[in-house]
């Protein structure tokens, strides 16, 4: 059974405000999460509680993974310069 994923509405502003370029290769990453929450090179953020990113080129996807409701809530979209603030 595959996982919902939400995007907060940060998420999309920011999803909204990538480079048309960049829309195409995140918007993937971001749906194969509901099959797997936990895909090859994802990493547990540091000091980050339950925070998870990926990588996508200089991008970074941040979400929370909720095992026992079956939810990835993505948080935050933005470029690796910006996204941890």
């Known amino acids: 059974m595959p996982y919902v994923i939400h995007l907060k509405p940060a998420a999309e502003r920011d999803l909204a405000s990538l480079p ?3 829309q ?9 999460l509901a099959v797997d929450p936990r895909p090859p ?4 953020m540091k000091g980050g509680g339950r ?7 200089d991008y970074r996807v941040i979400f929370l ?7 990835v809530t993505v ?7 910006d996204v941890y603030d």
């Open 20 to 22: 048309p370029e960049i």
């Open 24 to 32: 195409p290769r995140i918007r993937p990453r971001i749906d194969a």
């Open 41 to 44: 090179g994802v990493r547990k």
């Open 51 to 57: 925070r998870w990113r990926i990588r996508v080129g």
């Open 65 to 71: 993974i909720d095992d026992a409701g079956m939810l």
């Open 75 to 81: 948080t935050r979209i933005g470029h690796r310069s």
